[in-house]
C-alpha cells in the first residue's frame, strides 16, 4: 500500500550547521515552509523533502511514508488498528504543516516513529540546484533511510505483514559491532515499496529509534564525484570509500553529517520488478570499495 518515503523530518541542535551542509554539500534547495524557525530543504517537486526543527538534540522525528491516495491511506490505518498497534490520527494543523492532505502517527515496534499520509501539495516551481546535479525520485521516493531494530522479528513482521513492505535482501553483520555479543551474527533486512531495491532497512542493533544513515540518489556517476570532491574540500569525514553494493549495485560512498548519522550519496542503483525478484542473503556488501575509514 506504501507508495514511496516521502520526507524526513528532523530535530537538530545544529540548524546552521545543517543548512550549509544541506545546500552547499548535498546541493538540496533551502525553500520557505510553514515554520520561520526551521530549515527546509527541497530535491524536486515536492515542497520539503527534508524538515529540520531547532530543538535540544540531533535526532529523526519521523519518517513520512506517502500512500496513493485516501482510500489506501485508511484501509492501511485500520489494518494496523487490527493488527493491534495504536494510530493517532494527524491534526489539520499538523497536515497543513507538513503540506499534505492528511496524515496519521505510528511507531513501529522499535520506538520509530512513522508517518502515513496521502495528497503531498507540490512546488511547480524550477529546482534549481547549487550544483547543477539531478536527484533520482519520482515514484520511487526521496531515497531510503536505516533505522535500528533492536527486536529484529517484531519490525520485520510490522514493516512487511502490516504495512505491506517486500523483503528484498538480507545481510549478517557481528552483533559485537554495535556492542552485543561476540560470535553472534545480527541481521540487516531491506525492505522496498517500489521498484527502489529498498526504502527501509532494519539494523538489528540495540539503538531504539536511531537511524544509521539515509540515501540521494544522483542521476549521474560525474554527480556523486564532484559531491565527494565536496565532502574532500570540507574536510568531512567519509566513513566508506567509492564502491559498489552487491544488492542494489548502487555506486556510493558514506560520509557523516551534522547530525552524528551518516549519509549514502549514490547513482546507479537498479530497479525491482516484484513479479521475478527472490529474496536473497548477501555476504559482502560491496563487489569492490567501500572500505572503511578509520
Not at 504543516?97 to 501539495?121: F, K, S, T
Not at 533505522?147 to 519490525?155: G, N, V, Y
Not at 553472534?184 to 544509521?212: D, K, T, Y
Not at 556523486?224 to 569525514?237: E, K
Request: net charge negative; glycine share 8%.
Amino acid at each position: 500500500m506504501i507508495h514511496s518515503l516521502g520526507y524526513l523530518r528532523f530535530e537538530t541542535a545544529k540548524l546552521d550547521e545543517w543548512r550549509t551542509f544541506g545546500t552547499e554539500v548535498l546541493g538540496l534547495v533551502a525553500t520557505t515552509g510553514p515554520r520561520d524557525d526551521a530549515l527546509y530543504l527541497r530535491m524536486d517537486e515536492h515542497a520539503a523533502r527534508f524538515a529540520f526543527l531547532p530543538g535540544e538534540t540531533d535526532r529523526l522525528l519521523a519518517a513520512g511514508w506517502e500512500l496513493p491516495n485516501r482510500a489506501a491511506f485508511r484501509e492501511l490505518v485500520a489494518r494496523i488498528e487490527a493488527a493491534g498497534h495504536a494510530v493517532k490520527p494527524g491534526t489539520p494543523e499538523e497536515a497543513a504543516d507538513r503540506r499534505v492532505e492528511e496524515l496519521a502517527h505510528v511507531d513501529d515496534p522499535n520506538g520509530n516513529h512513522l508517518e502515513l499520509y496521502y495528497g503531498p501539495a507540490l512546488d511547480h516551481s524550477p529546482v534549481v540546484t547549487p550544483h547543477a546535479q539531478r536527484f533520482v525520485t519520482g515514484n520511487l521516493g526521496l531515497g531510503h533511510v536505516v533505522l535500528s531494530a533492536a527486536d529484529i522479528e517484531a519490525s520485520y513482521a510490522f514493516y512487511t505483514e502490516v504495512l505491506g513492505f517486500r523483503h528484498r535482501d538480507s545481510l549478517r553483520f557481528p552483533a559485537a559491532t554495535f556492542g552485543g555479543p561476540e560470535g553472534q551474527m545480527n541481521w540487516v533486512r531491506f525492505l522496498g515499496c517500489n521498484p527502489r531495491h529498498h526504502s527501509v532497512a532494519l539494523c538489528e542493533a540495540p539503538m531504539p529509534a536511531a537511524i544509521f544513515h539515509f540515501m540521494l540518489e544522483l542521476e549521474t556517476l560525474d554527480d556523486v564525484g564532484r559531491g565527494l570532491d565536496r565532502f574532500n574540500a570540507r574536510q568531512i569525514p567519509v566513513a566508506q570509500s567509492l564502491g559498489r553494493h552487491t544488492n542494489d549495485k548502487m555506486v556510493s560512498f558514506y560520509a557523516a553529517t551534522p547530525g552524528g548519522f551518516q549519509v549514502e550519496y549514490g547513482t546507479d542503483a537498479i530497479l525491482v520488478d516484484d513479479a521475478t525478484w527472490s529474496v536473497k542473503e548477501i555476504t559482502e556488501d560491496a563487489y569492490w570499495g567501500h572500505a572503511w575509514n578509520g
